[in-house]
């Protein structure tokens, strides 16, 4: 027995370990629910038994060790000893395991999770749950869902990931660049809405969940490290990681790019990002989606202040992007870049364009609202600023638009 | 595993007519590798006759159980290991069929 701290054992076995335990118990019964109680079993065990017993020296193994003996019980409970298969399970439950097993059963697990037959808010929702180890209360917080509404959700997922058979499988080489793909949006999607929090009652950054995205894109990248979009991914997130504390002031107001304190930027999160940008450049393949903004990312984290941005490579690569992905989104962050080349009246003409596709989205008018209040139109500038601060959700982002629209002459 | 594939086609934007050679392959296809089951196309759905017999008097019904736009045209029966196989194979019955299908487990 180690000395360690109990309770800090656990949070860090926890944090280290319940994916492989839910991943290896998954393999080993064939069922996400047992695994998954069977897991929060053992922690729940642990934490009554370390502090008066020490932490083991291998928390891992103990753990494992304690969720398959749960797992065995509960079957047992169930009575499914005429259940061949689960009699064939339990005679090998305290066997070894065989060597490199438990990071492709991680990886089988996600993969899981992230299956295109489930919704995408259920593949968050299972995702955090399953292999970042999220309690059901803080998922539903997470994204604004009744806890009851969102244990339902977990629970009609698994239930259709048994029904239905969805297997427990890295993909074929075939699938796999498109499922790695799904893997990845689940991953951005948490990162985003933790970066961009929504909701008057939320902090404008939601840490856990920003840590949570890089943490799982750190593992895929462990898992597929030859993979040039899961690296492109991780490194756009460090770069946007980077930059959090300057974003938002002390009043809690968002500081746009041009105006934040580049000396509070984090220099080793933007010295890893960099270094995974060389890397797939070094790779000379085509970029996708991810690595190109990360690209954008770096340009932006390169320059010493806003004056020395290199904007005509950012353009560049929005150019290069939207023959990857012709979104209007894509075209209205492209006309950013444009405005700081060609003026800001080119760059209105080219935001204009995408009324149609994007008039219910707030950054559309907020980009409009810049625009003209930098053409000095500031009538039809506070319109737009208006309907921005309508459509927004992120209370940081309310607070600058609104402050940008007082200051209007 | 059995799978059942519903095919669902749109009275308002039908799928092709022309589509019989293709379905014909792709079963014999399916049989030669092991997957077939069962397959039949539906007559149109003004064919169908409901039968309710749960009261006291058989009563029925002439046409569908449901009117709606979309309906089922067709259907399959799947043997396949598991999920990723179905929809696979699915994936190619759409198109092979010109029309949206819908996979569903036995039990």
Known sequence: ?409 | MQYLISVIDDKSNPGSTDRQPAISAFNERLIAEGYWVFAGGLADTDAATVIDNRGEQAVFSDGPFVESKEYLAGVWVWEAPDLDVALKLATEASKVCDRKVEVRPFR
């Open chain 1, 1 to 409: 027995m180690s000395a360690a701290d109990p309770r800090e054992a656990i949070t860090r076995a926890h944090y280290e370990e319940w994916a492989r335990v839910v991943a290896s118990l998954t393999r080993r019964f064939g069922d996400l629910d047992i695994a998954e109680e069977a897991a929060a079993e053992a922690f729940a065990t642990a934490v009554e038994r370390w502090p008066a017993e020490g932490v083991p020296p291998n928390p891992g193994a103990w753990l494992t060790t304690t969720a398959n003996r749960k797992a065995i019980d509960r079957i047992r409970r169930e009575n499914k000893r005429d259940d061949k298969q689960a009699e064939a399970q339990m005679l090998d439950a305290d066997s070894p395991e065989p060597l490199g097993a438990i990071d492709d059963d991680r990886l089988r697990l996600i993969f899981t999770c992230c299956h295109p037959a489930l919704a995408m808010e259920t593949r968050v929702a299972l995702t955090l749950r399953m292999v970042g180890g999220l309690t059901v209360p803080e998922i539903a917080r997470a994204f604004l869902v009744q806890e009851t509404a969102m244990g339902r959700r977990i629970t009609r997922a698994k239930a259709k990931i048994k029904a239905a058979r969805i297997p427990y499988r890295v993909p074929s080489a075939d699938d796999l660049p498109a499922r790695v793909s799904g893997v990845l949006a689940v991953l951005f999607l948490v990162f985003n809405e933790g970066y961009l929090a929504t909701g008057p009652d939320t902090n404008p950054v939601r840490l856990d969940l920003t840590a949570e995205a890089i943490r799982l894109t750190r593992l895929i990248r462990a898992l597929l490290p030859d993979d040039g979009e899961v690296a492109g991914l991780l490194a756009l997130m460090l770069l946007t990681e980077a930059r959090r504390t300057a974003r938002i002031s002390a009043t809690g107001e968002l500081v746009t790019l041009d105006e934040q304190d580049r000396g509070a930027w984090d220099a080793a999160l933007i010295a890893e990002g960099h270094r995974l940008v060389r890397e797939r450049l070094a790779a000379g393949v085509a970029p996708g989606r991810y690595q190109i903004l990360a690209a954008i990312n770096a340009v932006h984290t390169s320059a010493r202040d806003i004056r020395h941005t290199d904007w005509s490579q950012v353009l560049a690569l929005y150019d290069q992007l939207v023959r990857l992905d012709a979104s209007p989104i894509v075209a209205l962050n492209r006309a950013i870049a444009v405005a700081e080349l060609d003026g800001p009246e080119v760059a209105l003409a080219a935001v204009d364009r995408l009324e149609d596709k994007l008039a219910g989205y707030h950054a559309y008018h907020a980009t409009r609202a810049d625009l003209l209040r930098r053409m000095g139109r500031s009538q039809k500038s506070r319109a737009a600023y208006d309907k921005a601060i309508e459509l927004a959700g992120n209370t940081a982002e309310i607070a600058y638009l609104t402050r940008r629209r007082d200051q209007l002459g």
